[in-house]
């Protein structure tokens, strides 16, 4: 062998051996055969076989066969047959808005102590703007009787107004009018037959629009999710596994799965192998916690990253959400009159009744631990208003066996506090005290702290606030997860905020670093002197 051609091999060799130490990582992530990952396989066996089925056709029911006049009859009607619904459904938060079972527990939940930083509270059900989304006829909480229509009807009549005709109607004596009235009432007739599990458009009247409006509150929760296709949502495309919301929120006794307030959706990650009972509202429900390929490095992430940090790359990516509201702005008029203000998106940036709004789409979350449950401030509540309160953040960190890095959404705003109590306050919105009427912040509050029994001193100002929203929805395809780099890189990683851990591209450390290239120099000179030896052995064998 000439040394020419010896120097070639030998820099052959060393490039090669450095490029797979390089990448030895991405090497080692790659299994050597094609097989389906476990968590997908197992994710389709739990699906398997989907399809609902019943023992009852509703267009044959004697019970709903009759001209109704009030929603009050048809509660009365279903409840003839379904006898024990109105029992199980008055335990649950959907009813009592409250998170305790005990309902003398008033603390956290919207007909109790609790707040936020967009509508504020829902003043103990006074507020009847809110009650828009009770489950109860005609807005009146629970005092009222159950609207079972809410959830279980996919006609799109509008019960309530339907009713309002009937009685205005009715007081005429009109021959064709009283056409009219058997009309509405055969159109009620057939709507109420239309019975169904909870579609998504269902949830969403309530939960899409919640906090006054399309993708207020949630980001990843809005009117785009009522028929996506899957590049919004792999899970609840229609073009995909078109899921409903209770695919996932598994629903007992009317209970239906999901974090409440500082409780966790569940106590511990159990997948359907270990817990066949299991609620599936978690990702580990279905996909175990071994979700890729067999080997992939990603696995090892499963108990530091929540999936959806890595699934969810963005939220609002149809729909802009509302990231900031400033309450200190409310009240401003034009010619003596409230007035509304649109920017980008089509979406208000100004409300004379709401105060000043900012809107985002295809937002990056920010990340945060979390074992699934959070912190709440509610008005009852001590604050330090010299800092930013938070209303809502997650609770964990690194040292909790259940918690995980996860995906948020941190809607700001600044809101009214009380300047003696250092209390969060709870203005009345609507109705004739409301600010909403009156434009009256001081008498707002004043009333409004009343319906829940807690004193105001008189004089307010206003703080900054957070409030964190989990992402959990708007699960992209696997082809547009995250790639490693947006993480494990130096400059503006994704993970930036997470510290007291090391990150592998992100973090900088002298003794892994010095290790590392101690290992690379270790091997280059083991190749270098493994082909030194092998040329002068070869070269006194040829002679």
């Not at 490039?15 to 990448?23: E, G, I, K, R, Y």
């Not at 609840?236 to 500082?262: L, P, Q, W």
């Not at 309450?327 to 007035?339: F, I, L, N, R």
């Amino acid at each position: 062998m000439t040394p020419r051609y010896f120097l070639r091999s030998c820099l052959a060799v060393i490039t090669v051996t450095a490029f797979f130490c390089s990448f030895q990582a991405a090497f080692a992530s790659t299994p050597e055969n094609g097989e389906e990952a476990l968590g997908r396989k197992l994710a389709k066996q739990a699906v398997k076989g989907s399809k609902r089925w019943s023992t009852i056709d509703h267009t044959k029911a004697e019970a709903l066969n009759k001209d109704f006049t009030s929603g009050e009859e048809i509660t009365g009607a279903c409840l003839s047959c379904h006898s024990e619904a109105a029992t199980q459904f008055h335990k649950t938060i959907h009813w009592t808005w409250l998170a305790s079972g005990d309902k003398s527990d008033i603390r956290y939940g919207k007909a109790g102590y609790s707040v936020n930083n967009f509508c504020i509270s829902g003043n103990a059900m006074e507020d009847k703007g809110c009650l828009k989304c009770h489950v109860s006829w005609n807005k009146k909480g629970v005092k009222g009787k159950i609207n079972c229509l809410k959830c279980h009807n996919s006609s799109g009549l509008n019960f309530i107004e339907a009713f309002g005709d009937i009685k205005a109607f009715s007081e005429d004596n009109d021959p064709e009018t009283n056409e009219m009235v058997k009309d509405i009432q055969q159109e009620i007739k057939q709507a109420i037959t239309e019975v169904t599990f909870p579609t998504r458009k269902n949830c969403g009247e309530c939960h899409f629009k919640g906090g006054g409006g399309d993708g207020v509150k949630h980001g990843d929760l809005d009117t785009s999710l009522t028929k996506p296709n899957r590049m919004l949502d792999v899970h609840m495309g229609i073009d995909g596994k078109n899921f409903s919301c209770t695919r996932c929120h598994t629903t007992v006794e009317h209970n239906i799965a999901g974090r409440i307030y500082t409780n966790p959706a569940v106590e511990t990650r159990k997948s359907l192998i270990e817990d066949d009972l299991a609620p599936k509202i978690t990702c580990v429900s279905c996909h175990s916690n071994e979700p890729h390929k067999n080997d992939s490095k990603m696995n090892d992430h499963t108990d530091v990253v929540s999936c959806q940090a890595c699934h969810i790359p963005k939220y609002a990516r149809v729909n802009p959400t509302k990231m900031w509201w400033d309450w200190t702005k409310a009240g401003k008029m034009k010619d003596g009159k409230p007035y509304v203000e649109k920017g980008p998106f089509g979406k208000p940036v100004y409300k004379s009744i709401k105060g000043e709004f900012r809107w985002e789409k295809n937002v990056i979350p920010e990340y945060f631990w979390s074992n699934g449950s959070q912190t709440s401030t509610t008005a009852d509540d001590i604050i330090d208003p010299a800092q930013i309160v938070k209303v809502s953040h997650p609770v964990g960190d690194k040292t909790d066996p259940e918690a995980r890095i996860f995906p948020f959404k941190i809607h700001r705003g600044k809101q009214p506090y009380d300047k003696i109590h250092k209390k969060l306050l709870a203005p009345m919105l609507s109705g004739k005290r409301g600010f909403w009427t009156t434009f009256d912040m001081n008498d707002a509050i004043e009333y409004g702290n009343k319906t829940l029994g807690i004193p105001y001193s008189g004089e307010f100002d206003y703080v900054e606030t957070t409030y964190a929203f989990p992402i959990t929805h708007m699960v992209a395809p696997k082809e547009n997860a995250l790639n490693c780099t947006e993480c494990h890189i130096r400059e503006n990683s994704r993970l930036a905020s997470i510290t007291g851990l090391y990150l592998p591209g992100r973090n900088k450390s002298n003794l892994i670093d010095t290790i590392g290239w101690l290992s690379v120099l270790g091997a280059l000179a083991g190749v270098f002197f493994h082909g030194i030896g092998r040329f002068f052995t070869r070269n006194g064998k040829e002679n």
